[in-house]
């Protein structure tokens, strides 16, 4: 037999006869056809033959499922000293064969425990296309040009290209490695303290909506988490509502509702000119049907950069109350369009104005929190008794998603924003990071100049945040990708964050070659 496995001996009589490695080869020519079995799954071979007037089993099992026979070939020695080739099923008296014991457990035969072909039940599983900026990210660390540009990935870099933990995140870290006492669970709704000091960033100190305990926030993992948990609340809570999104908006948007098994729509944000398009926008939004949800981007939306104006948030608002809509609003830079506070203008406007809001918040950005996972989702309700019933079917969600949220992040976050020299630290240092992708912005605006280019993306100066919707075409991308090492996605959406400030010059050179 070819790579067969002898079976191990399953009863043994003290009495019963050995059947010598001499005696094995003519007693097996003397034994009619091989009984073919399957145990477990597992093929086996088995012969039953005469011996000394006891009945023998001899089985072999191939460990492969594949079962061939050799003429002549029998196996080798016993693996147990002891040990015969064959199992003794019984004698020929019919009486029960006492159990032998290895070790003081029950010996079993070797093809049971040997595993076999079995059911592939992952066979038919296909592979999903990789997400476009992962393949990117690796692409841009292929490459090999010392002179090359990430402009892909959605994460804030200094002027040294790192993505860096702010000062005040670490002096806050430094503070809770000291103090703290315990990793114990922080409950469904997280921090209490992050809960807190959340509300206070996104809707003022001086909310009403804070005083009346008609706002509160459950702590997600990141922003996503907070929109997941959006997602989840909507499908479940408010049956039948879809959502509408901006088109464009930030892909990952699309895919979370449509998983939570929301009816996604889109209303037109940008046209083609590569412009924001409000009128539009506004004619869209007239006919959304009454109750549905509409998610807006609070500032530096994602992924064009135009951002609306006081009087476009004003006309916006009358639609939503008019259509009796829910908003959702998504703010995930808090403090990189036009400052902290002013970033808030739309947010705290909607909440003012309506009764009922939903906000998602992110620390990934202004905290520089990207692996903490730190984020909210901040319920304004009518008062404070419908608040209690909205957050109790939020931890209901949560529940089943995460169980608890991480608390890393949150403590930070509760940590710079509770203490006032390191909040003030903390302000600071985002105020840096909003500067430096302005002059990025500007910079670049003057670098095309030169080559004419100046007018043609003027829009690049007046948008907001970290990313740009450039304009250019799917063709001139790869362009820059192919021949000037310039990594962005094909949407044309760049992360102007990512623009090494010494280098503006030769990518406005390279620019300017795919536009010609």
């Known amino acids: 037999m070819n790579a067969l496995n002898q079976a191990h001996c399953e009863a043994c ?39 000394k007037n006891f009945k023998f089993a001899l089985a ?93 990935v959605g994460v804030y870099k200094d002027a040294q290209g790192l993505t860096p933990i702010p000062q005040s995140v670490k002096l806050a870290e430094q503070r809770l490695v000291d103090r703290q006492t ?42 996503t988490g907070a929109l997941r948990l959006s997602a989840d609340f909507i499908a479940q809570c408010l049956p039948g509502r879809g959502i509408w999104l901006s088109n464009p908006t930030w892909p990952i948007h699309e895919t979370i509702y449509a998983t939570a098994g929301l009816k996604v729509s889109h209303y037109p944000y940008v046209g083609s000119d590569n412009r924001l398009d409000i009128e539009a926008m506004l004619a869209t939004l007239d006919l959304i049907p009454k109750g549905d949800v509409i998610l807006l981007h609070a500032c530096c939306h994602n992924p064009t950069g135009f951002d609306l104006s006081h009087e476009d948030w004003r006309r916006v608002l009358e639609v939503v109350r008019r259509r009796e809509l829910l908003p959702l609003i998504d703010f995930a830079y808090q403090g990189f369009g036009d400052g902290l506070e002013q970033d808030a203008w739309a947010v705290r406007l909607f909440a003012a104005e309506l009764p009922e809001l939903l906000i998602t918040s992110s620390c990934s950005k202004n905290f520089g929190l990207y692996c ?12 404070a008794e419908k608040l209690t019933d909205i957050r109790s079917q939020l931890a209901n969600i949560a ?56 007018e043609r993306f003027a829009h690049i100066g007046v948008q907001r945040g970290m990313f740009s919707y450039t304009g250019l075409t799917p063709a001139q991308v790869k362009n820059l990708r192919d021949n000037h090492s310039v990594y962005m996605v094909n949407s044309g959406r760049a992360n102007v964050a990512g623009i090494d400030a010494t280098r503006l010059d030769l990518l406005a050179q390279a620019i300017a070659d795919v536009c010609k």
Request: net charge negative.
């Open 13 to 51: 009589r003290a009495d019963a006869p050995q059947v010598s490695d001499e005696e094995l080869p003519v007693l097996i020519k003397q034994i009619p056809d091989w009984n073919i079995e399957v145990r477990d799954g597992v093929m086996q071979l088995e012969k039953v033959f005469l011996f």
């Open 399 to 454: 529940r089943n998603l995460w169980s608890t949220p991480p608390d890393h992040g949150a403590a930070v976050v509760a940590t710079i924003l509770g203490d006032p020299e390191l909040k003030g630290l903390w302000i600071d240092e985002v105020e840096a990071m909003r500067l430096r992708i302005a002059q990025l912005r500007s910079g670049l605006l003057q670098s095309l100049e030169p080559h004419g280019l100046r």
């Open 372 to 383: 903490d996972r730190t984020g909210a989702l901040i319920v304004c309700a009518k008062d």
């Open 182 to 223: 315990t990793k114990t669970y922080i409950g469904g709704h997280g921090d209490a303290a992050f809960g807190k000091v959340i509300n206070e960033l996104v809707l003022g100190v001086d909310s009403t909506l804070i005083t009346e305990k008609r706002a509160g926030a459950t702590q997600t993992p990141g922003g």
């Open 60 to 152: 072999f099992t191939n460990a492969m499922g594949e079962i061939s026979e050799a003429e002549g070939h029998h196996p080798g020695p016993a693996h147990r000293v002891g040990q015969s080739h064959c199992d003794l099923v019984e004698p020929l008296d019919q009486r029960p064969a006492p159990q032998r014991l290895h070790h003081g457990r029950a010996h079993r035969r070797s093809g049971q425990r040997r595993r076999g072909p079995q059911v592939m039940h992952f066979d038919a599983i296909g592979r999903v296309p990789g997400d476009p900026i992962l393949g990117l990210m690796e692409a841009y660390a292929q490459d090999s040009n010392p002179r090359k540009f990430d402009l892909g």
